[in-house]
């Protein structure tokens, strides 16, 4: 770890955040429905336990993880799973201004921008938010609030909106 904390004391460093809702919702249609074609196991070991896939389910799942102290990966909380607390990251930038914080980071490490295909934040033909609305609609308030107080510190530490859905 002490070799790692000097690397990043020299380096620039950087991560990635999103909105903990969007990410949930993300990880849903990735992982669960399998529209990513990603981790099959992930779809079919929900299937085998919860049934056919519904996004209620799936946070009835998230919430009972949370509860007993197990989270996958794909939707832990960054709070769990990252160490903002331990490491000084030169940038932590939102995916959702990630086509200016990319040149940003680019113009730091002197590296050329690429010009690579703009960077999107949709899924199944509408933008993220629209589908996180969607979905956070059909879910009961006791059910919100609980996933708010999950993600909650990810919430404040990177300036996301708790009613934003």
Known sequence: EEELRMLFETATSFSVVRHPFERLVSAFQDKIMNEGNGDSYLAEDFRLQYGEPSFAK??????????????????????????????????????????????????????????????????????????????????????????????????EMFGYDINMY
């Open 58 to 155: 799936f946070v009835r799942k998230v919430i009972n993880d949370a509860e007993h102290g197990s989270f996958n990966i794909h939707w832990e909380p960054y709070i769990s799973s990252c160490s903002y607390c331990s490491f000084n990251y030169t940038i932590i930038s939102k995916l959702e201004t990630m086509e200016e914080d990319r040149k940003i980071i680019l113009g730091m490490v002197g590296a050329q921008d690429p010009d690579k295909k703009k960077i999107q934040n949709k899924t199944s033909g509408k933008n993220i938010k629209e589908v996180t609305e969607d979905l956070f609609s059909q879910l009961t308030r006791e059910e919100a609030e609980t996933l708010a107080n999950i993600y909650k510190y990810d919430l």
